[in-house]
């Protein structure tokens, strides 16, 4: 593996992507590309991502379709498309990673697996204080978070320990559980086999559950990033959840089913 490509959702929250965006400028493993998959933002965010793109010290490229409600699945399908690494991180605009993020990352890669990282949540005070200081946060030392924790700030500490040994992360092959979008990396052959992101899941819930149990499906193991690749995430207001109760439905109609595993509306009929 060379390039990796790294996969940024975004809607409407310029801060949040700047924090994220820099973080990953601050990797020591700089050979990857930032695809920023932008769920129709306003002309705002396209004007930041247009200097962003002037100062990154490597590849950001900009994917962005029109504002019709929750779609992300779609915008990941055509950012993928047009990613050049052939290993893919998916993360949340509203993320920040550590320095070690891309290099750990290549290091867990292996052929047959994705790899499911995990998180730290911030709360909404301390996200607002974050961005309003603009706090480094992937620059932090450990003891900033133990205090932070005691002062109730991030929900646990346990994601920053790093386990360098492998003997635990391939104990669950088919756990399709907690492993979500905001931090999960795969082959790129491997998101093509299953046709990418459906969208069907249109509005928020389960697309990305939806992804893995497919993979799943199709002999593509899970691999657990957890003790590795954490990524810190900041406190945002819920998304509209009324479509979750017909994704779970679907989602659970697939997971019973061992030859569901192509994307009824992925990749290939995606609009060009």
């Known amino acids: 593996m060379s390039l990796i ?27 990857f590309e930032i ?39 779609t915008i990941r399908n055509q950012a993928a498309e047009s990613c050049d690494g052939d290993y893919l991180i998916f ?18 890669a292996q052929q047959n697996y994705f790899v499911a990282g995990n998180r730290i949540l911030l709360n909404k005070a301390f996200t607002k204080q974050v961005l309003k200081s603009r706090l480094p946060l992937h ?12 002062q109730g700030h991030i929900n646990r500490l346990l994601p920053l320990i790093y386990i360098p040994f492998n003997f635990f992360r391939h104990l669950h092959p088919k756990r399709w559980k907690k492993a979500m979008t905001c931090n999960l990396a795969l082959w790129k052959k491997d998101f093509y086999t299953v046709n990418g992101f459906d969208a ?16 799943i499906h ?4 899970r691999k657990e990033g957890r003790f590795a690749v954490p990524v ?12 979750e109760p017909e994704n779970y439905q679907r989602l659970m109609t697939r997971l019973k089913d061992p030859e569901f595993r192509w994307a009824t509306q992925g990749i290939t009929e995606s609009p060009k």
């Open 91 to 108: 993360i949340d605009g509203d993320c920040v990673v550590f320095p070690h993020f891309i290099h750990r990352h290549r290091q867990l």
């Open 200 to 215: 069907l899941f249109e509005g928020w819930g389960y697309e990305d559950s939806d992804l893995v149990i497919r993979l």
């Open 139 to 150: 620059n932090q030392a450990t003891s900033e978070f133990i205090k932070w924790r005691f």
């Open 5 to 31: 490509s790294v996969i940024v959702t975004t809607y409407n929250w310029k801060s949040a992507l700047t924090a994220c965006i820099q973080s990953l400028w601050k990797q020591n493993d700089l050979n």
């Open 35 to 73: 695809i920023i998959a932008d769920d129709g933002s306003k002309d705002t965010t396209t004007e930041l991502i247009k200097q962003l793109a002037k100062k990154s010290p490597v590849p950001l490229k900009h994917c962005f379709h029109d504002d019709k409600g929750f779609r992300a699945g």
């Open 232 to 243: 810190l995430h900041l406190w945002h207001h819920q998304n509209d959840r009324s479509a």
């Open 218 to 221: 199709a002999g593509i193991k």
